[in-house]
């Protein structure tokens, strides 16, 4: 089963690259605790030829959130955070304006109301990690935590990564190599990059993007002053800030790895978190959909199938995608986990038909045995 999904995967690739429809693009499949598929296909930068390899790094944005996601979920499991504690517990600058009742389980669903970034963070300030929490410290919310979600786009990374370090004396960094790469054997997962790494990046391309009006609005999740995205992700400085919410740089084998030691047994003797907290995590009721809102996000993943798909006995696939079109998802029910990176925002985004490709074959595998 092993060579044939992998030669599958193989060819889809090669195919949407002869095509035009990728660039560049991995894909890697962990199942059953077991690498079936680590494919990759295509050219990391248009302008050198420099081709993909499987340690090419791409830049994957919001499929770090679900990274962040698993690191305040594992402070959870060690007592030493809750989800219903105040942020300003940890942090008392947060509680001005009205945000004394925001708890962490309003960030990781995307309900505090903290959706916009403050209009004092620009373009010469975003990377600067002290500016940008003391900026949203000062903030005051749309609405009352619970009320309604809508997606922080950024603030979720800069809020959690205030919290991890305020709550555990640890950065956000710290833990993702402390406690994710290096017990997972994990080089290439980075918020923030090192020097040594930058000739491995593919560089984003974006040829539908529209250009718009450098306004500086306010209230804006994804201010102008960052778009075009994939512009603002090939610029030295973006990549070696810590943005948790959309600036992670990582490869298809580690966002698959990460994803592999949530399911259940883990992967190679590791599992980061138990079943029980990820069915806390995964849980729908317990995030944001109900009949008047219908959201994908629980507590810091996105439903893969979203609400209308789950049981009650069953976990749903749960993981992040980012802009652009890459992925990261587990599914606790075939014991599937899946890493998809890509450079090219074209209009056909072959992702979903990859998923998809995926679970026939291992359905059928296992039909056959």
């Not at 512009?231 to 810590?242: E, G, I, Q, V």
Request: charged letters at 20%; a neutral charge.
């Amino acid at each position: 089963m092993i060579s044939k999904i992998q030669t599958h995967i193989q060819n889809i690739l090669q195919n949407a690259v002869h095509r035009g429809a990728e660039r560049g693009i991995q894909c890697t499949v962990y199942f059953n605790g077991k690498l079936v598929v680590d494919a990759w296909a295509g050219i990391a930068d248009k302008k050198t030829g420099r081709p993909v390899t499987g340690d090419t790094l791409f830049p994957v944005f919001s499929v770090t959130k679900g990274v962040v996601a698993t690191i305040i979920h594992m402070l959870v499991e060690r007592k030493i955070i809750d989800y219903d504690d105040a942020i300003s517990k940890f942090w008392p600058e947060f509680a001005s304006n009205g945000k004394d009742h925001i708890k962490i389980r309003h960030i990781l669903n995307h309900t505090a109301g903290l959706q916009n970034v403050p209009p004092e963070i620009t373009i010469k300030t975003v990377c600067d990690w002290k500016f940008v929490c003391e900026a949203i410290a000062k903030s005051t919310p749309s609405w009352p935590p619970g009320l309604k979600a809508e997606y922080h786009a950024m603030t979720y990374g800069w809020i959690l990564g205030e919290l991890i370090q305020r709550a555990s004396g640890y950065s956000l960094i710290h833990w993702l190599q402390k406690e994710i790469s290096e017990p997972l054997n994990i080089k290439d997962i980075y918020i923030g990059i090192p020097d040594e790494v930058e000739n491995r990046i593919a560089i984003l391309e974006d040829p539908g993007v529209t250009p718009i009006n450098q306004s500086q609005s306010l209230g804006q999740s994804v201010p102008d002053w960052i778009w075009p995205l994939h512009t603002w992700m090939n610029r030295p400085d973006a990549r070696r800030a810590c943005v948790p919410g959309s600036n992670g740089i990582m490869t298809a084998r580690a966002i698959a790895k990460h994803y592999a030691a949530l399911l259940p047994n883990g992967i190679d003797g590791i599992e980061l978190l138990p079943k029980s907290r990820i069915e806390i995590a995964t849980n729908p009721k317990i995030g944001t959909f109900t009949k008047t809102n219908p959201s994908f996000w629980t507590l810091g993943y996105s439903l893969a199938n979203g609400p209308a798909s789950i049981t009650d006995s069953a976990i749903s696939p749960f993981g992040h995608n980012g802009h652009g079109g890459s992925t990261g998802y587990a599914d606790p029910n075939h014991n599937l986990a899946v890493g998809i990176t890509k450079n090219l925002f074209s209009k056909e985004n072959i992702v979903p038909f990859l998923i998809n490709e995926i679970k026939s074959v291992i359905s059928k595998s296992n039909e056959n045995k």
